[in-house]
């Protein structure tokens, strides 16, 4: 089965959030269960560099305006072929959502040149049985595809986050090449506008987002606008849980932490919370609850209830360490929260790999008091470095984190800590719950850490379900 990928990240090269984690891993999984799954992306410098050498295969003459248009092939580092969408003039810095007034035409012309793939194939013999898109910059590539009829490949689109839905002023149909009979809430038109996420739920074939519960919770109000069109298209979508690149994803293989540790040494952790502690100039306490997040600062991720939270914090003796960058009101205040808490609350502003792994390696808790989170990798991380999570339940953060109630301490399932109501009481009350195991019963709270660490994370599981789900599309 041969399977065409396409989407605007891929890490390590291009990250903006979870989707690079995907875009990654889940073909490197696909691929180990026989898939021949290759990725479309546009061709930013960085991946041009990382890809080399590039061989040009198609040239597709201008397209969407922004001048000739070449694909070309290439393979990731780690073996995996990509396809880039060469035209500089809409791809030519490594911050995929940046330029906002090249996006819609930029995007699709990727979308456009996924179609492309999609019917004619490279030119070199390989043509795909089924285009997979990837959130809104890709989804006019499955209405591509549909309006321009047959034969073409099945298509499917994966929703990572609704909160995204690429919607575009009405008079760009012509630019993008769209007929004018798409236009219609049965087509393309979303409340008068272009939606490019609305089109890839009208026209793929099938629909899939990244957790059993988002699957759910999308068909109401967290449909955010789009329910409607979720509830029509409900049979086709599936909610697949993502997965961890344990490759990349090892405590006892990671070149960033100060001392490698697993689940049996767990011991070996405090080197690393105290490297953490001085180097981010909190005081050095070992015995300090060290609470930790990590997380674009956006609406959605539910920061400002940590905010709220804050006098809490000081008032029980807890660190918090915040590592994020986003919307300039939440940095604001989390700078100000750490010059009014020096030694206690650590906050640094930017995108830090390294720093990342380090946190989840050296934290107790890792906090995700997400409003939506469709899926979440930063508690699965934080559970295979052995730092508890502390998240709402909703999306994808209830399918990975088992609350410890006193039944499921007992019944050894409690793997961190949940709470449901959006506000800072409900997340006092889980930190409360949190500090006391922590405090008063070390052996439960090492019990809790030994869970997380052997929850079975990796992208085998998931890889099977996409795979069932390809084959249904394919038969139907
Ligand atoms: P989202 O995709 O909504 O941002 P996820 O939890 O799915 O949320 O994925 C977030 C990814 O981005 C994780 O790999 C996390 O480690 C990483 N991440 C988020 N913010 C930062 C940051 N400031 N520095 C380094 N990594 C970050």
């Known amino acids: ?57 198609v040239a597709l003459g201008d397209l969407m305006g922004g001048g000739e248009a070449r694909i070309l092939l290439g393979r990731c580092p780690a073996g995996l072929p990509i396809y880039l969408l060469d035209q500089p003039a809409f791809f030519h810095t490594d911050t995929p959502y940046a330029a906002a007034g090249t996006l819609p035409l930029g995007f699709g012309a990727l979308s456009w040149a996924a179609a492309h793939l999609g019917r004619h194939g ?37 929703i990572h986050n609704l909160a995204y839905q690429g919607l575009f002023p009405a008079d760009l149909l012509v630019p993008l090449g769209l007929p004018e009979d798409c236009f219609t809430p049965g087509g393309v038109e979303f409340y008068g506008r272009i939606g490019f996420l609305k089109a890839g739920l009208m026209y793929a074939d099938g629909l899939t987002t990244v957790s059993p519960t988002y699957a759910q919770e999308i068909l109401g109000p967290a449909g955010l606008g789009l329910e409607g069109v979720l509830q ?8 697949i849980l993502n997965g961890v690149d344990e490759s990349v994803w090892d405590p006892a293989r990671d070149p960033h932490l100060p001392r490698p540790f697993d689940r049996d040494h767990l011991e070996a952790r405090r080197p690393g919370k105290l490297d953490l502690q001085r180097s981010l100039g909190l005081q050095e306490a070992p015995e300090a609850f060290l609470v930790a997040v990590v997380s674009r600062f956006a609406g959605e991720k539910g920061l400002d209830l940590v905010l709220e939270a804050l006098p809490w914090f000081a008032g029980h003796g807890i660190q918090l360490a915040v590592l994020g ?54 508690q699965m991380y934080a559970m295979r470095y052995g730092a508890v999570p502390l998240v709402r339940a909703t999306g994808g953060l209830a399918d990975t984190v088992t609350d410890a109630t006193p039944e499921a301490l007992k019944a050894d399932r409690a793997t ?3 709470f449901l109501e959006p506000d800072s009481a409900a997340l006092e009350a889980a930190l409360g719950r949190a500090l006391g195991l922590f405090r008063d019963h070390p052996a439960a709270w090492t019990a809790l850490q030994r869970r997380g660490m052997a929850r079975e994370a990796g992208w085998g599981p998931s890889a099977r379900a996409y795979l069932a789900f390809y084959e249904k599309l394919l038969r139907a």
């Open 232 to 239: 029509h298209r409900n049979g086709s979508l599936r909610g």
């Open 416 to 418: 961190g800590f949940t």
């Open 325 to 378: 960058q986003g919307e300039a009101d939440l940095e604001a205040r989390f700078l100000a929260a750490s010059r009014l808490h020096p030694g206690q609350v650590a906050v640094h502003l930017g995108y830090d790999e390294a720093l990342s792994h380090r946190i989840y390696g050296g934290a107790d808790a890792l906090l995700v008091p997400s409003r939506h989170e469709p899926c979440g990798l930063t």
């Open 1 to 57: 089965m041969r399977v065409l990928f396409t989407g605007t990240e891929l890490f390590p090269h291009v990250k903006v959030g979870g989707l690079a984690d995907v875009m990654a891993a889940l073909p490197k999984a696909l691929r180990a269960q026989g898939v021949d799954v290759r990725v479309l992306l546009p061709g930013y410098p960085a991946l041009k560099r990382a890809a080399v050498p590039l061989e040009p295969l």
């Open 122 to 158: 490279d030119g070199h013999g390989w043509c795909p049985d089924l285009v997979h898109a990837h959130d809104w910059p890709t989804g006019l590539a499955p209405a591509y595809l549909a309006l321009a009829g047959a034969p073409r490949p099945r298509t499917a689109l994966t």
